[in-house]
């Protein structure tokens, strides 16, 4: 067994299965891999990694187990489920995975190959457990996978109290020893014992808090949509491959960027800071439904019709469209009187949760310094955003404009 001290759990002890993973290549990786990928720009101690993350997990899920009564190979499997749930993520974390799915069709729950094969499939078959099922449960499939991925995930539990430590806001805060005492298995379905709703409503609201202060914030939006740019031209461009990029680090990637001369800028604004302005930072009620549901290819038309507008390179402008408002939280199950529940029928906060989260959703349209000017007017006029105001010169530094800040000072 080994005793390996964490900065939010205190003292995790690993073992079985879970002691054999540990020191594999896969796992190690993780080490490399930032939590919060580009979040580390707006909280200088957000530098936490997918590896501590990991065993986080692992010594939550572990408690659940005991909880639950859940014991012998299907327990190690979970175990070994919530060590690895981790080893598909790409470098940055979430940052880049909108780019390597296009070319891959893989997410980072997607590790069946990566379990089957090497030191972790090694370690797997020697503790007698099948990695196919280990990796079914990686991704949520199966009535024990919604431990490790679902709405009451120790993912999850883990992931809010974790960031929150290291970024040093107070919002991710949850009382996650009560959340895995008060798990249940009711007809296949994990839910939370009689008497929770408020319990499930911490995390719901722990969630809705953190999203728009780090999640959400505008620098780090800013930055993971330059990263992304980067990425897609290293592969646009460059000889390096879709499953190459997938298993980079933070710092393999950002070396690429640096050292391939069609990279070369960005890298060097990502590791110096120097990152593009807002131009436009549009509510959800401005954006019409064209852009709103545009793709890859219809994004790429839309920053080069800005870009052609403004009299820039098509490279310069980046159009940034989140995807609409969800809130996934909200279908986790609670037992009220007798009866399972899903938490949005039940608790009236989760309506006044999605209407914030409404409002806060932006569009946003980033560009050098000093182009923000030219480049917010042709965005408006070419997306054909519903932004009444000034004219960007005319908005005073940190008085917002009509329809919140469609333009501003950026970072």
């Known amino acids: 067994m080994t005793t390996i001290k964490d900065s939010v759990h205190d003292h995790i002890e690993v073992e079985g299965v879970a002691a054999a993973l540990l020191d594999t290549e896969s796992m190690q990786r993780l080490r490399h891999i930032k939590q919060l990928g580009t979040v580390q720009l707006v909280y200088p101690s957000a530098n936490h990694t997918r590896f501590e993350h990991s065993l986080g997990v692992y010594h939550l899920a572990d408690r659940a187990l005991s909880h639950l009564g859940i014991e012998?190979?299907?327990?190690?499997?979970?175990?070994?489920?919530?060590?690895?749930?981790?080893?598909?993520?790409?470098?940055?974390?979430?940052?880049?995975?909108r780019v390597t799915h296009r070319h891959t069709g893989k997410?980072?729950?997607?590790?069946?190959?990566?379990?089957a094969d090497g030191e972790v499939g090694d370690a797997l078959r020697a503790h007698d457990l099948e990695p196919a099922r280990v990796a079914d449960l990686v991704a949520g499939k199966g009535?024990?996978?919604?431990?490790?991925?679902?709405?009451?995930?120790?993912?999850?539990?883990?992931?809010?109290?974790?960031?929150?430590?290291?970024?040093?806001v107070p919002y991710?805060?949850?009382?996650?020893?009560?959340?895995?005492?008060?798990?249940?298995?009711?007809?296949?379905?994990?839910?939370?014992?009689?008497?929770?709703?408020?319990?499930?409503?911490?995390?719901?609201?722990?969630?809705?808090?953190?999203?728009?202060?780090?999640?959400q914030h505008h620098v780090a939006r800013i930055s993971k949509a330059m990263l992304r740019r980067g990425a897609e031209r290293l592969l646009d461009r460059t000889r390096i491959t879709p499953t190459q990029l997938r298993r980079m680090?933070?710092?393999?990637?950002?070396?690429?960027?640096?050292?391939?001369?069609?990279?070369?800028?960005?890298?060097?604004?990502?590791?110096t800071r120097e990152l593009y302005k807002r131009a436009v930072w549009a509510e959800l009620d401005a954006v019409p439904e064209r852009v709103l549901d545009a793709d890859y290819d219809d994004v790429c038309d839309l920053e080069a019709a800005v870009a052609d507008r403004a009299g820039l390179p098509a490279e310069q402008v980046v159009v940034d469209v989140p995807p609409?408002?969800?809130?996934?939280?909200?279908?986790?199950?609670?037992?009220?009187?007798g009866e399972m529940r899903r938490l949005g029928?039940?608790?009236?906060?989760?309506?006044?949760?999605?209407?914030?989260?409404?409002?806060?959703?932006?569009?946003?349209?980033?560009v050098p310094e000093g182009e923000t000017d030219a480049v917010g007017r042709a965005a408006v006029e070419t997306l054909g955003l519903d932004i009444e105001g000034p004219p960007v010169s005319d908005v005073r530094p940190g008085v917002p404009a009509t329809l919140d800040e469609f333009t501003g000072p950026g970072p």
Do not use: C
């Open 345 to 366: 029928k039940q608790s009236p906060l989760v309506s006044a949760l999605r209407t914030a989260q409404k409002h806060q959703w932006r569009l946003g349209v980033y």
């Open 143 to 168: 009535t024990y996978g919604q431990l490790i991925s679902g709405e009451l995930d120790v993912d999850r539990m883990d992931y809010l109290v974790r960031d929150a430590h290291h970024t040093g």
């Open 72 to 97: 012998g190979v299907r327990a190690e499997r979970l175990r070994a489920a919530a060590l690895l749930h981790d080893v598909g993520h790409g470098p940055y974390s979430h940052n880049v995975e």
């Open 107 to 115: 997410y980072h729950d997607d590790v069946h190959e990566l379990l």
């Open 249 to 271: 680090d933070d710092h393999d990637l950002l070396v690429a960027l640096r050292t391939t001369p069609e990279t070369e800028s960005i890298g060097h604004r990502l590791r």
């Open 324 to 337: 609409r408002p969800s809130m996934t939280e909200s279908t986790s199950r609670v037992m009220v009187s």
């Open 172 to 215: 991710g805060t949850i009382d996650h020893e009560r959340l895995i005492r008060e798990l249940t298995f009711v007809d296949g379905e994990l839910v939370l014992a009689e008497g929770n709703v408020q319990t499930a409503e911490s995390l719901l609201l722990a969630r809705a808090l953190m999203n728009p202060t780090v999640y």
